[in-house]
Nanobody
Framework: QVQLVESGGGSVQAGGSLTLSCASS????????MGWFRQAPGKEREGVAV???????SYPESVRGRFVISLDLTKNTLYLQMNSLKPEDTAMYYCAADLPRRALGWVRLGVKIPGYGATYWGQGTQVTVS
């Protein structure tokens, strides 16, 4: 059974930085695409960053140039480096695994898809920017 465990969330002032981690264990995936998503109270879940095994990445316009996604296969860990944080970045952040490759396009275009076709989700880590 695949488990995804996020960490690294917290409270930070606007302009600050945080790095989220998502440790993966317990199985293998059919597709090697993983991603970060976020959901603020009263809003739909939205894609923040996606990475696939060929190092293809995508970001929506709202975070492009500020967030960087990376994957360390030796540690089975997904990261999200978040810089120049804004109050509107406040949300619960989730990592997802076994995403379809077309999630790259969805996230790049800011399209919101229920579940995004992911097989596995973590429990989330809260990020608060004030």
């Amino acid at each position: 059974q695949v488990q995804l465990v996020e960490s690294g969330g917290g409270s930070v002032q606007a302009g600050g930085s945080l790095t989220l981690s998502c440790a993966s264990s317990g199985g293998t995936y059919e597709t090697w695409c993983m991603g970060w998503f976020r959901q603020a109270p009263g809003k739909e879940r939205e894609g923040v960053a996606v990475i696939c095994s060929d190092d293809a990445t995508s970001y929506p316009e709202s975070v492009r140039g500020r967030f960087v996604i990376s994957l360390d296969l030796t540690k089975n860990t997904l990261y999200l480096q978040m810089n120049s944080l804004k109050p509107e970045d406040t949300a619960m952040y989730y990592c997802a695994a076994d995403l379809p490759r077309r999630a790259l396009g969805w996230v790049r275009l800011g399209v919101k898809i229920p579940g995004y076709g992911a097989t596995y989700w973590g429990q989330g880590t809260q990020v608060t920017v004030s």
